[in-house]
């Protein structure tokens, strides 16, 4: 029974070190070294993927969005996360008040719940978004208002 024990331990101890080794490596990126390429969602708006791939599956990024920048009724397929790192996000869910991100502020956002975001006049918004799904952005239809910067 002993050596029962000692060979399921030692079995268990060997599987957790094979997963400590296959763990990711760590990530370290100073904010020069930032990559930004072109969002090609809006005018103007860029994207540094931090993990993960927004076109295929589960990511997180960080987003810039030019000032004055509208989405107008929409949804997500995914439930989404985000942290607003400068700027001002004015968010609204359909039927319920309008809300001010600011710098700090965080919103988590159901996949399929209407809702409207702009991005104030005062200065570009740069926030991180996290998906546990590719990324999207679906127009409630009867809106045609595509997002725009203005």
Known sequence: ??????VGFLSCAVALATLAVAA???AVWPSKDIQWKDSGAVKGAKIAVLWGDPAK??????KKVPAGTEFGL?????D???VQ???????QEEGKPEKALD???YMFMPGGVKHTAKCTAAADCVYFEEQPGAADLKM???VKKEPAAK
């Open 24 to 26: 990711e490596p760590s």
């Open 140 to 142: 409630v239809e009867g």
């Open 1 to 6: 029974m002993r050596s029962t024990l000692t």
């Open 57 to 62: 599956g589960a990511y997180g990024a960080l």
């Open 103 to 105: 710098a700090g502020s």
């Open 85 to 91: 790192v400068s700027g001002t996000i004015l968010l």
């Open 74 to 78: 929409h949804i997500h397929t995914n």
């Open 80 to 82: 989404q996360r985000v």
